[in-house]
């Protein structure tokens, strides 16, 4: 359940630096822009900025599925009350309570 959370961190938080990747790469194309030119750029239009903040942010997605994988073992090794329901990893079975 927990990793279902990527997808809305990817919408909110990832989504508008991709879009001005793609803007970048769009005008980039178009106007043959030379490298200088863009390193003269401010720092929140520069694309080299914009790789770094969009892996910074990534960062966010991996820590949400090691954390989804770790509740998960958790859930499995050691039994986990989950919607009413207790899973005993013991006996192998679950038993409402």
Not at 6 to 31: G, W
Not at 32 to 48: F, I, K, L, Y
Not at 59 to 68: E, Q, S
């Amino acid at each position: 359940m927990l990793l279902v959370t990527t997808i809305p961190y990817s919408l909110i938080f990832l989504e508008p630096i991709i879009q001005k990747l793609e803007e970048k790469a769009r005008t980039l194309n178009a106007s043959g822009t030379d490298e200088a030119v863009e390193v003269s750029q401010p720092r929140g239009d520069n694309v080299h900025w914009l790789v770094d903040r969009w892996a910074t942010v990534n960062i966010g997605r991996g820590l949400t599925a090691g954390v989804a994988a770790a509740c998960a073992i958790w859930a499995g090794v050691g039994g986990i009350r989950v919607a009413g329901v207790e899973v005993l990893a013991e006996a192998g079975d679950s038993v409402l309570r």
